[in-house]
Nanobody, 114 residues
Framework: VQLQASGGGSVQPGGSLRLSCAVS????????MDWYRQAPGKQRELVAT???????NYADSVQGRFTVVRDNAQKVLYLQMDSLKPEDTAVYYC?????????WGQGTEVTVSS
């Protein structure tokens, strides 16, 4: 199982970015997929969880601004981030727990600054 995250960058407050997580080795349609982030000096936190049924749960801090989209055919998980704030600055990771093992993407850095 491999996860490859991309799409990070620098953006001004109020801007948008779309992160991608390309997955190989498993069918994402059959698995719960997550996005996490880790800000400098802070613990890694859960941003959003996408269930097999399509239900998505968001952290309160990103509710209404972030959207998770799955492309099951292409095996890509997206995180559309709108109305970005400086406090969204972090390294973002995609994650899947498969067969009792946690798999992480390598992380993609997002910086929100004026």
């Amino acid at each position: 199982v491999q996860l490859q995250a991309s799409g990070g960058g620098s953006v001004q407050p109020g801007g948008s970015l779309r992160l991608s997580c390309a997955v190989s080795g498993i069918a994402i349609s059959l698995n719960i997929m997550d996005w996490y982030r880790q800000a400098p000096g802070k613990q890694r936190e859960l941003v959003a969880t996408s269930s097999r049924s399509g239900f998505i749960n968001y952290a309160d801090s990103v509710q209404g601004r972030f959207t998770v989209v799955r492309d099951n055919a292409q095996k890509v998980l997206y995180l559309q981030m709108d109305s970005l704030k400086p406090e969204d600055t972090a390294v973002y990771y995609c994650h899947v727990r498969y067969m009792y093992t946690d798999y992480w993407g390598q992380g993609t850095e997002v910086t929100v600054s004026s």
